[in-house]
């Protein structure tokens, strides 16, 4: 079994201490990783000057990686990354226990409605990381609308993909309503973690995972709170033997019929 802590914390408050309490008491609680909001530090928006952000391996991750060694628990958390022609990339890296990188994941599907396609870059790779037993992928909070990622991580062998999101209250019934979707049609854990409050109250948690069979198994309130999590990776390959939709799949025909369209 691996326990893992979902960091429910507001966003926008501009600086990592938050994030270095909340890690500690995951790790005095017994969890292996701790898993952060999207840009719960400088708080999501779609509009940022060209040239923002800053490289994979620069301050806040820094700040990341002290949290992890500090504490002995792998963090995953969010920054802004600098990238190539002006555009930043919205970015999710991943701290092993001893401080080091061990994965990063940029989001590939970009929230078009609120313009975040017209300031980033979106990623062109999955991503997936080993703790403590477990294989973890990454999606960014819009990227869950998009089943064909998940299917992906599927395919390449995931126990549980993590989904740091700021998905207002407005839209929340589609969260309750996706985590768990994407859980069951791939048969693995999925574990959302969203943003508490912010201006009027735009966000409104409701962080929560979902086990193989698309059951919620943890689940959030509104306010800030660590929201833990265990997850056993045996019943992720039980649950793929005994209904083998993976297996069963016609990739051949797919990418026939996807050519003709």
């Given at each position: 079994?691996?326990?893992?802590?979902?960091?429910?914390?507001?966003g926008g408050r501009g600086d990592p201490d938050a994030a270095a309490r909340m890690?500690?008491?995951?790790?005095?609680?017994?969890?292996?990783?701790?898993?952060?909001?999207?840009?719960?530090?400088?708080?999501?928006?779609?509009?940022?000057?060209?040239?923002?952000?800053?490289?994979?391996?620069?301050?806040?991750?820094?700040?990341?990686?002290?949290?992890?060694?500090?504490?002995?628990?792998?963090?995953?958390?969010?920054?802004?990354?600098?990238?190539?022609?002006?555009?930043?990339?919205?970015?999710?890296?991943?701290?092993?226990?001893?401080?080091?990188?061990?994965?990063?994941?940029?989001?590939?599907?970009?929230?078009?409605?609120?313009?975040?396609?017209?300031?980033?870059?979106?990623?062109?790779?999955?991503?997936?990381?080993?703790?403590?037993?477990?294989?973890?992928?990454?999606?960014?909070?819009?990227?869950?609308?998009?089943?064909?990622?998940?299917?992906?991580?599927?395919?390449?062998?995931?126990?549980?993909?993590?989904?740091?999101?700021?998905?207002?209250?407005?839209?929340?019934?589609?969260w309750e309503t996706l985590l768990p979707a994407r859980a069951l049609e791939n048969r693995y854990y999925v574990a959302g973690v969203?943003?508490?409050?912010?201006?009027?109250?735009?966000?409104?948690?409701?962080?929560?995972?979902?086990?193989?069979?698309?059951?919620?198994?943890?689940?959030?309130?509104?306010?800030?709170?660590?929201?833990?999590?265990?997850?056993?990776?045996?019943?992720?390959?039980?649950?793929?033997?005994?209904?083998?939709?993976?297996?069963?799949?016609?990739?051949?025909?797919?990418?026939?019929?996807?050519?003709?369209?």
């Amino acid at each position: 079994m691996t326990t893992i802590a979902l960091a429910q914390v507001a966003g926008g408050r501009g600086d990592p201490d938050a994030a270095a309490r909340m890690a500690e008491e995951a790790a005095a609680a017994g969890a292996s990783l701790i898993c952060f909001p999207e840009q719960f530090i400088t708080g999501w928006s779609p509009e940022i000057p060209p040239g923002a952000g800053e490289p994979l391996d620069g301050p806040l991750t820094a700040a990341f990686s002290e949290i992890a060694k500090k504490n002995r628990i792998a963090v995953v958390g969010s920054i802004i990354e600098a990238g190539q022609g002006g555009r930043p990339r919205n970015t999710t890296v991943v701290l092993g226990p001893g401080g080091d990188i061990l994965a990063a994941y940029a989001k590939i599907h970009l929230f078009s409605p609120g313009g975040e396609d017209r300031y980033y870059t979106a990623g062109d790779r999955i991503a997936t990381f080993t703790v403590d037993g477990t294989t973890f992928g990454l999606a960014v909070c819009y990227d869950l609308r998009f089943p064909e990622l998940f299917r992906i991580y599927a395919l390449a062998g995931a126990e549980c993909v993590l989904v740091p999101a700021a998905w207002p209250c407005c839209r929340v019934r589609h969260w309750e309503t996706l985590l768990p979707a994407r859980a069951l049609e791939n048969r693995y854990y999925v574990a959302g973690v969203n943003t508490a409050g912010g201006p009027d109250g735009i966000y409104c948690g409701r962080s929560l995972a979902a086990d193989p069979d698309g059951e919620v198994i943890a689940r959030a309130g509104a306010g800030e709170e660590p929201l833990f999590v265990k997850l056993d990776p045996a019943a992720v390959h039980a649950a793929q033997k005994s209904l083998p939709s993976l297996s069963d799949r016609r990739s051949d025909l797919y990418h026939r019929l996807l050519s003709s369209l």
